[in-house]
């Protein structure tokens, strides 16, 4: 069974904290996505990745980065923690030039409480 | 901006009713409709997609209609079984960029 995995699934961190959100995949995906989810507000994309070494801003990259230095890793930064970065974090992934067909595959996500 | 408008935020359907939920949108690149089905504690999974070259899809108790002129998708659950209960996510994509935009999403109950 395919597999997005997040490593956290609870996480509190303080303000101004730098928190590192870890997503990997074990099929061989070239592009992964980071969205945040938010009552009323849906998902939005935060940044996504093509492939290794590779990054594109999404909707929402104000206050986040990434790194993607392994194919199967993708790492989302927060650079300062603040409180409206409270929220839930997905990662997913899917095959190059297949997401019309197959669809994402989402991790079970991060919610993270910044107090 | 929000790319998609979804209605309603919320549904209550008695078991064996219909569920529809309605998304519109007005950028016309989009070539990718898909729906996604979320469970508490759970990400968001592929329930059924359609592609804007034809008016419907069915899958089991689950049909996409697509109306194309009117920018507009709808998802329909046939006979709402309380195992249906979860949030849906309409989505569009543009296949030559491979990122989704989402809905803000529909939190459905299906009452036994």
New interface residues.
């Given amino acids: 069974d395919v597999k ?1 995995t997040q490593s956290s699934r609870y996480l509190v961190k303080r303000t101004g904290e730098k928190v590192f959100l870890e997503c990997v995949q074990d099929m061989d995906h070239e ?1 992964m ?1 980071w ?1 945040r989810q938010d009552p ?6 935060i940044y ?1 990745s ?1 492939d290794v070494k590779m990054k594109e801003k ?1 909707d929402i990259p104000e206050g986040y980065s990434v790194s993607r230095e392994k194919k199967e890793r993708f790492s989302l930064i927060l650079e300062s923690a603040s409180t409206n970065q409270t929220s839930m974090y ?1 990662c ?1 992934s ?1 095959p ?2 297949t ?2 067909n ?3 595959t ?4 991060t919610r993270l409480t910044v107090v | 901006q929000q790319q998609v408008k ?1 209605s309603p ?1 919320s549904l209550i359907v008695q078991k064996g009713g219909i569920s529809i939920i309605n998304c519109a949108y007005e950028n016309t690149a989009f ?2 409709f ?1 729906w ?1 089905q979320q469970f508490p ?6 329930l059924i ?1 359609i ?1 804007p070259d034809v008016s419907e899809k069915k899958e089991g108790r689950f049909t996409i209609s697509f109306n194309k002129s009117a920018k507009q998708f709808s998802l329909h659950i046939m006979d709402s079984q309380p195992g249906d209960s979860a949030t849906y ?1 309409c989505a569009l ?1 543009n ?1 030559g960029f ?8 529909t939190r459905l109950l299906v009452s036994p």
């Fill in positions: 997005v592009n996505f969205y009323g507000l849906g998902l939005r994309l996504f093509y999404g997905l997913a899917t190059s030039g997401a019309g197959y669809g994402y989402f991790g079970s996500g | 979804q935020q070539d990718y898909p996604y504690g759970k990400g968001p999974a592929l997609a592609r996510f994509m296949t491979q990122k989704l935009v989402f809905g803000t999403g």
